[in-house]
Structure formats: C-alpha cells, structure tokens
C-alpha cells in the first residue's frame, strides 16, 4: 500500500525504507551522500533529550538529523 | 632522491589525523588554504631515498562543491596535481567510506587505500578481505591502525611504489550505464581542452552541476554549463531520475557490492560499546545532567585548576619582570628613564597574557580528548533545540562555556572552538557572541566594584552578572542571525554521531601545543604592537614646564629635609651627595619590593642576605636595630621615599590625565556622561583594550589616595570618586557588555577571516554598552533606583526579553519567486508546497 509516511513521526526502533527524498539542492546532496539513497534502510534510534533532533542508524553508522529536515524523507515498510 | 606529493583524504572521523601524525611526525606545519579558515596541515618526512610531502585534506564526505571544505578539497587537487591520493577509510564504517573512495577513483590519480581502525573492526568481528577489495578497485590496500601505530611503513611503501607506477596506471572507471552516452557527450565537448586534469572525470563532475569544476571548464567552454543543463533534462525525460541521486544511488550500490563481496559481519546486530554508552549518554533524563557535569569538570580543571596552575608559573613571569627592572636604568630620584617604564610596560602587557598559558593548555588538551572521543557531536545532538531557537546551533555549547558561561572564561579559545560549527550562520553568530560572555580578567574589576559599592549585596550581584552574559550572548544572537547574517549561508542539521574512541596522547598533546603556539605567536605579537601604541598615547605630550617646576621644588624641599636631619648623625658623610641618596632610595625601594614577594621567614632571611651582600653600607640604614644613628637616617629616609613615591604618582596621573589617552577619554565624556563616566573611567576602558587586566590596574592608580599608603583600592575608590551604586551599576553593565580585548579581536579575525567583521565585533559592544548603561543610568537617576534595584530591573529585562525571542518562530523566509501556488487545505498538498520552497532555497 502506498502511503506517504514521513521519517520524522517513525517509531522509535523500527526499521523502513527510504522511498523518496522530497528535497532539492544543498540538503538533497548532503542526504544523498550520507547514504539517504532510494531502497536503503533506515532505523530510528532515539529522539534528542528535548524531542529534537532524532538519531537514526543508516548503513551501519549513527547520524542526527532535525525533524524538520527528517519530515522531507519519505519512507516505507 | 625524488619528491613525491601526497593528499591524504577521507571522511570526517574515520582517524586520518591519527594516520596523518603516525605516517609524518612531529614535523608538521599547519596554515589556512588561501582566503578561508580551514587548517591546512602539512607534513614532510623521508622513506627509502625519497622526499614525501604529505598534505592533510579537510575531511568530507564526498567530492562534489557542497561545502567549504569540499571546495577547498577540490581546489587542491585541481591546482597542485598530487602524485598520489591516500584515502583513509574508516575499516569498521566501510560501506559509507567507499563512497568517497569511488568518487576519488574517478579523479584519474592514482590512489592508495588504508583501512584505518582495523583492530576496532576485528573487535567488532568484521572480517575484511582487504586483497580482494584491492583487486576489484584496482589500488593497493594497507591495512593499518593508527591508534595502535600500526602499518606507517606499508603505507610509505605502498606511496613510493605507487608513484613509480604512474606509466602503467590505467584509468578508474565506473559504468554508469544508462548515463554513460550523456557522459560522452560532455566529454567529447571538452576534449581539446588544455587541462591535465582527467577529461572523463570532469565531465561526470559537470553533468553532476559541481560549480568549481563548471567555473573551472567556463574559462575554455562558456555554454558547459547551458549543455549540461540539456544533457541533465534529457536524461530525466528518458528515465524520471536526475543526475545526482542517479549518480550516489550508483556509487552506494557499488560500495554495497564491495562490502557483499569482501566483507564478513559475523557479530551483526550485537550491540557494540558505543550503542551500550549512548544508551546512558543520550538517555533522555541523564543527558542534560551528564553535559552539565561534564561542563563543571572542564571548567573545574582548565579555568580554577588552570588558575592554581598560574601560582606556580606567575613567580617566573614576576622574576622575568624583576630581572627586566634590573637590567633597565635606575631612576634618579623623581627622574624615571623611558626606556625603563617602556619596558616595565611591556613586560606587564607580556605577562598578563602569558599567564593565561598554563589554563589555555588544560582546556586545548580537554578540548582534544573531547573531540577524539566523539562527544562534541553528541553536545550538540542534545542542546540544538534550545541553540537552533536563537539562530545559533547545538555545537556552540562548548565556545559558550569556554568564552565564560560560568562567571569566567576566555574569549579566546572560545573563539577558536567554533571551528567545527557546520552552520556558517550559526558559525558567525558564535564567534560574535562569545565575547559577551565573562572574561576571567573581568572577574578583579568586578571584585573591586562589589567590595566598593556592593558589600552587603555582593552574592545576589554576582549571580547577576555571571548569569545576565548568557541571556545577553543568546538575545545578540537571534538580533544578529535575523539581521546582519541574515543572508549568510546556512547548513542543513545532518550530524554524524561517531562511534566512541579512546584518544591517543600523541594526537592530544600535539592538538593542544598547536593551538597554544597560535595564541603565543599570533595574539602575543599583535598585543605588544599595540601596547607600544597604547604607551605612546599614554606618555605623550607628558606633563607641563610649571608642573615640572612644581615637583622639582617638593624634591627639593624633601632632600633638604632629609639633609637637615641627617647631619645629625655620624654616617652623614654616606649620603650627603644628590647621587648617593637617589642610590640609597633605589636600594632601598627595591630591597621593600622584593621583601613584599619574598615568601616565609626564609624568604625574608634570603633578600636580606642578599641585599647585605649589595651593599653592607647601605644595609644598616634599612635594618638599623640597635644603631642609633643609623636609625636617624632610616627615619627620615623613609619619610624622604613616601614623599618620592607620592610625587612619582602625582607625575603619572598628570601624565594621564594630559596624555592623548586622556584627552581621548575627556573628549567622550559629553557621550559617557549619561551613562555616569567620566574621564578616568573611559580612561581605564581605553587602556583594558590592551588586556584587560590593565583595567583595574589603571583604575586602582588613579583613585589611589596619595596620603595612605595601605588603603585598599576598593575603598579608596568608594571614598574617593565621589560615585554611586548607581555609577558602579553603569560601570558593571558597560563591562558586561564591553567589547572584546585586542586578543580576542584578533581571533575574531582570524575565525571570521574579514576585518570588517573583526571592526563589527569590537564597536557593535561598544554602541550597546553605552547606550545600555546609558539608559539605566539616566532612568535610574530620574527613579531614584538604587544601585541593587537599578540592576534588577536591567536583569529581569533582558532575561524575558531573551525568553520572549526564544518563543518567537525561529524560521523566517527568506526567499521569493517561483511558482505561485493557490493555496489549499489539503496536508498533502501543503507538505509538497513547503518542500519546494525549502528545495528553492538551499539551491541558491
């Protein structure tokens, strides 16, 4: 099923897949070379201690990354 | 014997300064790339008849123009032409490391792999068939551990062998498949082109909109850009996907084939140390507790530890001191020499920045062990939501707490720490907003205020203003990020959170000596430039011919007092000349000096032998006991040397008070006036450029009350100036917000890399203080506030108006154009809409 799950309301400890970046520019290049590519998967680790940023885990290493930019990932099952 | 040049590359965190400092020594050089700020380090040593210069990359990610340091990347290798690229790859994080290792490939040079960490990666049962990988990129593979001091002779190796190889090197090259005929288009565009720089590569560069290898092909080919624009288009037309996600999608793909093909996870899924760590460290309620008490052990051990430190060091800056006056000329009698207050002078302006050394040393040497072990990331992941309110970012934490958070700091090394800061925005707002914070050398001048004016109120005045510089630092933040850098780049918040490591000392204690000798080099150098200028202003014109006969006629009168007096006893004939009495006040003054400093009765024994050993004449007049006619002259010696000293300072003061220093601070008093200065005040403020130590000092000297000599400066200024609490209120506001000394400014320069903002950082204070304290001031006076009142009124201001900004949205927008859009209700067409706003403006 299609749906338009965005990466910043994911549950804490689940994994997804990326399935498309709704960004352009700057942002989309720095996602694209941290490994935010189409397909790959992506576990939500934790939230900051006041909610924000979040820290995921992607290719076997832990990145932070503020909800506001999480929320232009889209991501799937 | 040849030369061979090196660029050792890779991605931030995967350890290349530890194989940087493990492959070249301790014989490093560090400078800026030309006209940014980014440290470039080089190091050169020998291997098997041959000269290596290895030149340390800014460490990235990738290898397009993104951010600075890619640029900066880039531009080295497109202007100096290595010989061979050494790419160190963190061998535990492999598959995200290749991706830079494939974009290096395809420069055209050839490459050198060493798979750093190899001992943390076998820890974490990772199994890596380093041969294999080898063969299938077609480039040597060290292995190596640069904590461990592991594989610093395979990897020269592996460089000598590399370069001899260059003839039988045959290009890298990925297939890029359906890209592959809009690759070839490019290519054959340029393939007349005069560049030696591999025509394929540029091409892929250009199809992926990489503006430095654009601007660089321009020159020869000014449509590149308009063609690869069509090339770009025809590409998404026939396969809905751009270049870039194409291309990274590509390189990852392939990364993941390498790690498939060559690499064995065997402890997949078990929770590694860092996992385990993080689990307390970023645990939602320890986290703030352990940053805070992170923050008290650092401020602890660098700025109170450091302190203590300085009781120790300070007595060699004092006897480097004594030893300058000693060599200088003697005064003779009311007679100073210039060149000994020069040097006196100069010494003082040294040795209140040198003593600063020993805390600077501990913090950098913290700073380093904090970096290496991977916490500053961490900071930031758990302040950014407070920072990001005020337009600054969860890594300035830590140049906050060092500049003087917690009521003393230095600006300086705050200043320098805002170097990893991602954000320029927030890089900028940083470095312009450290300085607010409390300056260690702030703390005496608020002592002498508090003891003055303040006595009964002193703790809750204290809490004030240790604690009102952070709501000023966070309010001057938001006011400059939404006005003045405004328009200044800013990064998106995409942090890597790298695994825990322990540090290596080598790679520790030389961070920390490296940064200490910028400061001793750069700063020291520029602050005696200008206090030379700053004496200049002080000395001249000097006092005036009827002031000069003034004190000339008390000298006078003093010596023939003394004169009268010592003719009653026996040893008249000792000092009965002008020259063998100005020796005697000379030996005598110095004799009282060293006795002040001497420590213990040894001490005191140990100056007396020594002054005995002088002059055993002299010595009896200064110890008479039980001489009675030694003791004659003692007495009126003494009397002959306040009268001396007296007239010394009443020179000085005049000297101020006429010199261009003065007639500056007299010039603003119409100015200051309104914020309750007066000319000695801007006085003292015009001299604490220098450092700010001198403030007191300067204040202390003129309020010094010429009568008594033991009167402490706090209450010879509460009689003697004729102020209020109110004035002390002012005074402490404009110090709260006075501007940075010449030190800091200096750094400021150098972070900022522009004057202009270096000339912002030192005047902007300024402006704010006087009008501040101004206001305060003048309401204050109209009100009948009291000191206490008047600034607890300014404190509850600035502390809501700070809350305030920080509940105001902190994103503003500030772009137009594009495609006008009716505005629905729909959420998902809303969230489309915002995206493409945001896409618009990160493109430019």
């Known amino acids: 099923m299609k749906s338009n799950q965005r990466l910043d309301t994911m549950k804490k400890g689940q994994k997804y897949k990326i399935a498309k970046l709704h960004t352009k520019g700057k942002l989309m290049h720095k996602l694209l070379d941290m490994g935010f590519v189409v397909g790959s998967e992506v576990e939500v680790v934790r939230e900051a201690p006041l909610y924000d940023p979040m820290e995921l ?5 832990s990145i932070s990354l503020r909800k506001s930019e999480a929320n232009l990932i889209e991501v799937e099952k | 014997m040849t030369n061979i040049k090196v660029a050792l590359a890779g991605q931030p965190n995967c350890g290349k300064s530890t194989i940087f400092n493990m492959v070249s020594g301790i014989d490093q050089h560090i400078a800026n790339y030309p006209g940014v700020t980014v440290d470039k380090k080089t190091g050169n040593f020998k291997y098997d008849n041959h000269k290596i210069e290895m030149v340390d990359l800014p460490g990235t990610y990738s290898f397009s123009s993104y951010s600075l340091e890619e640029r900066v990347a880039k531009d080295f290798i497109i202007s100096e032409n290595p010989d061979v690229i050494v790419n160190v790859i963190d061998a535990s994080n492999i598959k995200r490391n290749l991706y830079l290792t494939f974009q290096l490939l395809e420069i055209g040079m050839p490459v050198v792999v060493v798979l750093n960490m190899m001992d943390v990666a076998q820890r974490r049962g990772i199994e890596i ?8 990129l077609g480039c040597r593979v060290i292995e190596a551990s640069g904590a461990k001091g592991i594989g610093s002779q395979e990897i020269m190796q592996a460089i000598v062998d590399t370069a001899a190889e260059t003839e039988v090197y045959e290009d890298f090259k990925i297939n890029y498949e359906e890209l592959e005929p809009h690759i070839a288009v490019i290519e054959d565009k340029i393939k007349d082109t005069i560049s030696p720089l591999n025509k394929r590569w540029m091409a892929i560069k250009v199809l992926e909109g990489d503006a430095t290898i654009i601007k660089y092909l321009k020159k020869e080919y000014f449509d590149i850009e308009e063609l690869s624009k069509i090339q770009e288009d025809k590409f998404h037309s026939l396969y809905d996907k751009d270049t870039v996600s194409f291309l990274a999608t590509f390189r990852y793909d392939s990364a993941d084939i390498i790690y498939h093909k060559a690499i064995v996870e065997k402890k ?30 650092i401020y602890e051990l660098a700025i109170v530890g450091g302190y203590k430190l300085t009781d120790y060091t300070w007595p060699i800056l004092a006897s480097i001191k004594n030893f300058v006056i000693d060599i200088s000329p003697a005064p003779y009698l009311t007679d100073v020499p210039m060149i000994t207050d020069f040097a006196i002078w100069m010494i003082n302006s040294a040795n209140a920045l040198v003593n600063y050394v020993p805390i600077f040393f501990i913090l950098f040497v913290l700073i380093a062990i904090m970096e290496d072990v991977g ?5 930031a992941f758990i302040l950014d939501k407070i ?13 906050l707490v060092l500049g003087g958070a917690m009521v003393g700091g230095c600006a300086v090394p705050g200043v320098m720490a805002t170097k990893g800061i991602a954000d320029d925005r927030a890089r900028m707002a940083t470095i312009l907003t450290v300085p607010y914070m409390n300056c260690l050398a702030k703390v005496p001048f608020y002592t002498l205020l508090l003891g003055a004016f303040f006595k009964p109120d002193m703790a809750i005045m204290m809490f004030f203003i240790s604690t009102a510089t952070i709501f000023i630092a966070l309010i001057i ?16 918040f995409v942090m890597e959170l790298p695994p825990y490591h322990l540090p290596t000392i080598k790679g520790v204690l030389l961070s920390a000596a490296q940064r200490v000798w910028i400061y001793i080099y750069k700063v020291l150098t520029i602050v005696l430039a200008v206090a030379i200028v700053l004496f200049a202003m002080l000395q001249y014109p000097g006092i005036s011919d009827e002031s000069k006969i003034k004190y000339d006629t008390q000298l006078t009168k003093a010596l023939d007092t003394f004169e009268k007096k010592a003719k009653k006893s026996k040893y008249y004939e000792e000092v009965d000349t002008k020259d063998e009495i100005a020796d005697l006040l000379n030996y005598y003054s110095g004799y009282k000096s060293k006795r002040m400093v001497a420590s213990g009765k040894d001490g005191a024994k140990a100056v007396d032998a020594k ?36 007239i010394l300072r009443n020179i000085k003061n005049e000297k101020v008070e006429n010199s261009l220093l003065g007639m500056a601070g007299k010039s603003i008093e119409p100015i200051t006036k309104y914020a309750g200065f007066d000319w000695k005040i801007n006085v003292a403020f015009l001299s604490s450029f220098a450092a ?68 912002f950082a030192t005047f902007f204070p300024v402006f704010l203080g006087v009008v501040i304290s101004g206001l305060v001031f003048t309401l204050g006076t109209s009100y009948g506030w009291s000191g206490v009142e008047a600034m607890t009124y300014f404190y509850l201001s600035i502390a809501s108006l700070a809350v305030v900004l920080g509940l105001w949205p902190s994103k503003t927008i500030n772009w137009k154009g594009g495609i006008k859009i009716p505005k629905k209700t729909d959420g998902l067409y809303k969230n489309y809409e915002k995206n493409l706003m945001k896409g618009e403006n990160q493109n430019d």
């Open chain 2, 387 to 399: 920072f990001k309110k005020f337009g600054l970012h969860g890594q300035s934490t830590l140049p």
């Open chain 2, 692 to 759: 700010r130590e001198s403030a007191v000092a300067t204040l202390g000297s003129l309020y010094e009350n010429n009568q008594v000599d033991s009167q402490r400066a706090e209450d010879a200024m509460a009689q003697n100036s004729g102020y209020t609490p109110l004035h002390a209120v002012a005074i402490i506001i404009f110090m709260l917000l006075t501007p940075p000394c010449i030190a800091t400014m200096i750094v400021v320069k150098m972070q900022t890399n522009s004057y202009g903002w270096m000339i």
């Open chain 2, 268 to 297: 997949k899924g078990i929770e590694t140390i860092t996992d385990k760590a993080d689990k307390i460290i970023l645990n939602r309620w320890l986290a703030l507790p352990i940053l805070f008490a992170i923050m008290f052990l």
């Open chain 1, 57 to 61: 885990k992607i290719h076997n290493y």
């Open chain 2, 129 to 136: 068939n380093s041969e294999k990988i080898s063969q299938m």
């Open chain 2, 611 to 646: 002054y005995k050993v002088i002059n055993p004449n002299y010595f009896k007049f200064i110890k008479p006991r039980k001489d009675k006619d030694a003791r004659t002259i003692n007495k009126t010696l003494r009397k002959l040397s306040k009268v001396r000293n007296r």
């Open chain 2, 477 to 492: 933040a938001k006011l400059l990020t939404s006005t003045f850098l405004r328009t200044r780049e800013t990064a998106p």
């Open chain 2, 375 to 379: 916490y500053m990331p961490r900071m």
